[in-house]
């Protein structure tokens, strides 16, 4: 059983050291490094000790582009985006948005840039976190808009439908929208893999007609050199019911297990109300249940560190969840 958990906001080898030998000692044998363009840019060599020092304890490592191009997820800002004005998503309203969008060549050029430093710090998996378009309640998306309307978006929706696209969301947009985030994916996938990286996809988990919703979860395990496959069911950020991890880990299983790929279920270790945490400790349970066996934390020591998202009791939190996958791991032997 492999037990996870996400590491950020420190980028000083000595302590980092420090953590990874206590996350060892706590059960832990997955960490998965954010890889931001902040990172990549300044700290690329310090990353690669980072790398180093979590093998040492025995991790298997991840790598996440934490906001790259403000496509993933991630609470990162985009310099690719400052520097390619020409580069970013078009909203509805006619106007440019503070994110890449990811059928344009350049950006994608610049992806594989960030896949061989990723894979050039050492990490083994390529952790494809939330790919989206604009989400209109996320940082740099407008009330009302949905993206993208690039002239490159046009022209392919032009192509696949026939006609002129849209500037309301119609039943073909949103089809359009999540066969460019699957073409993006394939295109990240297949880059990762010609240069003997993993690959480890989460998709999001939103529900019908919620925006960002995925339809066709069985087409994104079915690209070609995909490893994992993986989802962050953070029912008590969305505010439904535990059962939103079922229902997901279910899913997840159920594309995965055919093809014979992991499955990784992300728990809720961050912006957790007092009084809750025993929830989240039922979600890691559910994952279980479904069958998950690669199960991971987002954030380190529940985000004690990050005012953003830090919960409520953050020591206890991390406290519950870490005594939870102890349980399995026994269990499991
Ligand atoms: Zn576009």
Excluded at 110 to 127: K, R
Excluded at 322 to 330: C, G, P, T, Y
């Amino acid at each position: 059983m492999k037990a996870g958990c996400s590491y950020f906001g420190n980028r000083i080898p000595r302590h980092v050291a420090t953590d990874m030998k206590r996350l060892a000692r706590e059960g832990f044998n997955l960490i998965c490094h954010t890889y931001s363009e902040n990172d990549m840019l300044f700290y690329h060599s310090t990353m690669k000790e980072i790398v180093r020092i979590s093998k040492e304890e025995g991790m298997e490592v991840y790598a996440g582009p934490w906001g790259v191009g403000k496509v993933f997820g991630g609470e990162a800002f985009s310099n690719f985006v400052c520097c390619n004005l020409d580069c970013t998503q078009t909203l509805s309203d006619g106007k440019p948005a503070g994110m890449a969008c990811p059928m344009n060549p350049r950006f994608r050029t610049f992806m594989t840039e960030w896949i061989e430093s990723a894979l050039g710090i050492g990490a083994e998996t390529l952790f494809w976190d939330e790919p989206h378009f604009s989400i209109s309640t996320w940082l740099g998306g407008r009330k009302g808009q949905w993206g993208c309307r690039c002239d490159i978006c046009q022209g392919h929706f032009r192509e696949r439908y026939g006609h002129e696209m849209p500037f309301e969301k119609t039943d073909e947009i949103v089809d359009y929208l999540e066969w460019g985030i699957r073409d993006f994916i394939t295109f990240l996938v297949a880059e990762t893999k010609k240069r003997g990286g993993r690959n480890a996809l989460c998709l999001l988990p939103h529900g019908k007609g919620v925006e960002g919703e995925v339809k066709a979860w069985d087409a994104f395990a079915a690209i070609p050199g995909m490893d994992v496959f993986c989802t962050d069911p953070y029912f008590e950020l969305q505010k439904l019911t535990i059962d939103h991890v079922d229902d997901f880990s279910r899913l997840v299983v159920d594309c995965a297990r055919p093809r014979g790929l992991e499955t990784q279920i992300w728990v809720q270790g961050f912006r957790v109300a007092a009084g809750r945490e025993h929830l989240q400790v039922e979600a890691i349970q559910r994952a279980y249940d479904a069958g998950v066996r690669n199960i991971a934390i987002w954030g380190v020591d529940a985000c004690d560190h990050m005012a953003w998202i830090r919960p409520d009791n953050p020591q206890l939190l991390w406290e519950m969840l870490v005594a939870k996958l102890q349980e399995l791991k026994r269990r499991e032997g």
